[in-house]
């Protein structure tokens, strides 16, 4: 019999953000176990049959936004009394605690499993941490860069650094990296709207290019994530860009396929101002999807992802994100580009290679519990 596998994902509601290309990319290297997605129940009652749903697995819609927390409890409560494992694929303070509740004793080894993508406000709970690995030594901590993986090896986890998943394209589509370099199209601003991932600098670098007589295409993907749905200033800047008169700008509010989320980034240069605080040690889905597709990307300095893009030279890393700055890097590639575009498609093996979901689920799964 397949070993179940249970992805708990409360944030999975939607195309918004990369929670369900994280999913899905998670549930295609499990392909020989039996793989239920306990997601968030605004993604619909249907399983496989939604079009918002393009992964494998069953899917059930089990969280709602307000009862979160309790319903977290009823289900580690259940799935820790059944055989399989536990991959929470989004994971925070909350989940730990929660499990603990949950198991009125010690979890088994090789049961629980915990992907932490980055520290934030974890930092400050080192205390709440320490304690719960004294009292769960077998939870097991996942997380994709090695600063992230020393803060829980102190608190006392079994933790391993794993590669951020990402999906390849599918092997004939339309959006795979080309043979030869794409010719440019357009700047690209890919991903949930957030202010923390530069929306702000976004807007900035929109009325610069209005005020200089630009006519660089520039497609802005304005779809809000479910954590940040009520921020007024997030809704300033959006409606700044809704109210632009720059010619050159699209706006995508549309919640996009897959696919359609893929093609983006044919014949793009991606841009990335994100805040260096928030992302100096954190992953990010939008630039592995960029270099994954070929598309060079200017990025800030200091962070993970200015590092990757700099060990393929496949675009600009800036500590300067005022308009000005930012269209000083876009300038430098784009008067390159044919180059950076061969680099960054050259870098796109490597990226998906090294970042295969498989590598992850390979762990969860190697010593599969009957």
Request: with cysteine; glycine share 8%; proline share 7%.
């Amino acid at each position: 019999m397949p070993v179940p596998l249970h992805i708990v994902e409360p944030t999975l509601t939607g195309d918004a953000g990369h929670c369900q290309s994280l999913v899905r990319a998670l549930v295609g290297a499990a392909t020989a176990h039996d793989v239920t997605v306990w997601a968030g129940r605004s993604i619909g009652p249907d399983r496989l049959d939604r079009p918002d749903w393009a992964g494998a697995g069953r899917l059930v819609p089990h969280f709602r936004r307000r009862w979160r927390r309790l319903q977290a409890f009823g289900l580690y409560r259940k799935l820790l009394r059944q055989p399989g494992q536990i991959l929470v694929s989004t994971a925070g303070s909350s989940d730990v605690v929660t499990a603990h509740w949950a198991a009125t004793g010690q979890i088994p080894p090789n049961k629980l499993f915990l992907f932490v993508h980055w520290l934030g406000g974890k930092a400050g709970k080192a205390g709440l941490w320490s304690a719960m690995a004294r009292q769960q030594p077998h939870i097991e901590i996942l997380t994709p860069t090695a600063s992230v993986a020393d803060f829980f090896r102190s608190c006392g986890f079994p933790t391993t650094v794993v590669p951020y998943p990402i999906e390849g394209p599918p092997e004939h589509s339309s959006t795979a990296p080309r043979a030869a370099p794409q010719a440019f199209k357009h700047l690209l601003v890919a991903g949930g709207a957030r202010l923390d991932k530069g929306l702000v600098q976004i807007v900035d670098l929109v009325r610069e290019m209005e005020r200089c007589g630009l006519n660089l295409p520039l497609v802005v993907q304005t779809s809000s994530e479910q954590r940040h749905p009520n921020d007024p200033a997030l809704a300033a800047a959006l409606e700044s860009l809704r109210n632009s008169a720059y010619a050159g700008l699209t706006l995508r509010e549309d919640t996009l396929s897959p696919a359609d989320y893929r093609a983006l980034f044919d014949g793009a240069v991606t841009l990335q101002p994100y805040n260096l605080a928030d992302f100096k040690d954190r992953v990010s889905g939008v630039t592995l999807d960029a270099l994954g597709a070929g598309s060079p990307v200017v990025v800030t300095d200091g962070t993970w992802m200015a590092a990757l893009v700099r060990r393929f030279d496949a675009g600009v890393a800036t500590a300067d994100l005022s308009a000005q700055g930012l269209l000083q890097a876009i300038s430098k590639v784009l008067a390159d580009h044919p180059s950076y575009a061969a680099r960054a498609r050259a870098a796109a093996t490597s990226v998906r290679s090294d970042h295969s979901a498989q590598r992850l689920m390979d762990h969860v799964l190697r010593r599969a519990l009957p």
